[in-house]
């Protein structure tokens, strides 16, 4: 991805890319479900959508559906969306609250189209048109992590990266200032450079191993520290949505591809083993194994510095947080965006470095916020990991916001991150957060003129997701693999 980028927006005369990977280094390839940022990324990029989908086996995704996470029998989608219209100024969700607490126990997610089309299968792009519901929702995509790789590698190459298969032996250090300037590989080249880009995984080769960054914990505030994932054979409809269930001691993944179903647990290893978590997890597969458990291990944190010196960590070498809400490759592409926004000359200004770590140091807090806030908001007490994520303390970035949307139904929203208030809503509420409060501008409405504005939005949600097709047709149509 970060080869790709550079060589969309940097001439070959006015930066020259070196891509040094090696065969025998394995990769973690899970990383199949999306958030609808890398639909920019790749447009970007000049790619065409169909083409990307039909090379990597992808479908859409419309949201994450949640099963069990706040009570055993509860699910409830985060969409890709707005919830119903907001009007007179006031967002929807407090009009809605104002309804529950009249009596109305109609659930949030009627008024929410990416939620209806997924939960009944059914997709098409959002329409244009900002006057019509069809137009309230966005998408992503469920892929192929192992075949994305080799795409952006042959569209890196045909716009002048130059790639070398090679394992790093040694990282040669500059004596006046510490920078790196140069690498040995296996077969003895040395390959200099100005800025180098680790993207070396958990291992960290440049910017832990060499430059001796150092690295953050949150496994106080998110404990699982494994995960074993398979791949099944499809069963059933396609659907255009990730899952994601609560277990005892985790949660389990599925993310339906074209061509198969990729399946997955993370779990903290202090309360279940590694045989256990593959037991649970083949158990729950909906279709056959296609291959033996991989395992992986992971400590939930970020580096000190995603910049450091001259070297910038991209992807898991700069930080690691479980991709319950499918943002590992999401980090990847802000720290892309932002290194192009910040891109160096050669005299690497410590005011635009400094920023760089400002930066995505808020992407990681918020995205990690974002998580904790799925396992702290449970009421469940039926083991010991539910238990103890529910008592225990969290940052106060984030405590402070729960408090004000139970009391006040108000969302706080801020420049940079990923998720923005929709998608707070859904997990508060999803999660039984429910506000005591709501704006008092939602009065102005008398309550059966709401109701019956309530009564007449569910029905044009429930009308335009019944008008798309179905996401097993419209993928057919449209990036189905060619024979």
């Not at 256990?276 to 056959?288: F, N, P, V």
């Not at 949307?405 to 929709?422: A, C, D, I, K």
């Not at 999803?430 to 704006?439: A, F, L, N, T």
């Given at each position: 991805?970060?080869?790709a ?75 890709f ?8 100024g ?18 949030i ?17 959002p ?19 192992t ?26 250090l ?9 690498l ?26 060499t ?23 499809s ?40 045989d ?13 194994a ?18 450091n010196?001259n ?62 806030l799925h396992?702290?908001a ?24 729960i408090e ?19 998608s707070?809503?859904?997990v508060?509420l ?10 008092p ?43």
């Open positions: 991805m970060t080869a980028s550079l060589s969309r927006f940097f001439r070959p005369d006015q930066c020259s890319i070196r891509l040094v990977e090696s065969a025998e280094i394995g990769i973690v390839g899970v990383g199949e479900a999306t958030v609808p940022h890398i639909r920019f990324f790749n447009q970007s990029l000049g790619l065409d959508e169909a083409d990307f989908m039909r090379k990597t086996h992808a479908t859409f995704k419309l949201g994450i559906e949640f099963i069990d996470w706040a009570r055993p029998g509860d699910s409830y989608i985060h969409p969306g707005d919830y119903g219209l907001a009007q007179q006031v967002r929807f969700h407090h009009r809605w609250n104002r309804l529950r607490l009249a009596g109305d126990d109609t659930q997610d009627e008024y929410s189209l990416p939620i209806v089309a997924a939960r009944a299968g059914r997709f098409a792009p329409g244009s048109d900002p006057a019509s519901v069809l137009s309230t929702f966005s998408y992503a995509f469920q892929f192929d992590a075949l994305f790789a080799p795409y952006l590698r042959a569209y890196s190459e045909q716009r002048g990266v130059r790639r070398t298969e090679g394992r790093v032996v040694d990282v040669q500059r004596g006046t200032d510490g920078f790196i300037e140069s040995t590989l296996a077969s003895g080249e040395r390959i200099e450079g100005d800025l180098f880009i680790d993207c070396s995984g958990f291992f960290g080769l440049l910017t832990e191993k430059l001796k960054t150092g690295y953050e914990d949150w496994t106080h505030w998110l404990p699982c520290d494994r995960a074993v994932a398979v791949p099944c054979e069963f059933g409809p396609l659907l255009p949505y990730t899952r994601a269930t609560a277990r005892s001691a985790g949660w389990q993944w599925r993310i339906p591809l074209q061509h198969r179903t990729g399946n997955g647990y993370v779990y903290s290893s202090q309360f279940v083993s590694d256990e978590a593959a037991a649970t997890l083949l158990r729950h597969l909906d279709g056959k296609l291959a033996e458990p991989r395992f992986l291990k992971f400590v939930t944190g970020r580096r000190k510095k995603t910049w010196r070297c910038v960590a991209v992807g898991l070498s700069g930080g690691f947080v479980e991709p319950l809400e499918s943002t590992s490759i999401y980090l990847v592409q802000a720290a892309i965006t932002h290194l192009l926004e910040l891109f160096p000359d050669r005299g690497f200004e410590p005011i635009d470095i400094d920023e760089y770590n400002r930066i995505m140091d808020l992407e990681f807090e918020r995205v990690r916020d974002f998580i904790v396992y702290h449970t009421e469940r007490d039926d083991a010991p990991l539910w238990n103890l994520v529910r008592n225990m303390s969290i940052p106060d970035s984030l405590a402070g916001k004000l949307f139970r009391e006040r139904g108000v969302v706080v929203n801020y420049q940079h991150g990923l998720f923005h208030e929709p707070w809503v859904a508060y999803g999660q039984r957060i429910m506000p005591r409060r709501y704006d501008l939602a009065d102005l409405t008398p309550l059966e003129d709401l109701r019956r504005e309530a009564a007449a939005t569910r029905a044009l949600i429930r009308q335009a997701a019944d008008s798309l097709p179905s996401h097993e047709d419209f993928i057919a149509r449209y990036c189905a693999p060619r024979s």
